[in-house]
């Protein structure tokens, strides 16, 4: 059973995630393709140096 200070934390986090993913959605839709390019190489050098 879930308490009121449960019920309002619970709340906040999902505002919180909710604003977060405006924010990435913002940032995706207004990036540039080099942006998104370098983004992708640096993504492929890490996961060919194992880290």
Known sequence: MEGPIESATSASCERSFSSIKRVKTYMRSTMG???????????????????
Do not use: N, Q
């Open 33 to 51: 393709e080099d942006h998104r390019t370098a983004l992708a190489v640096l993504h492929i050098h890490r996961e060919s140096s194992g880290h």
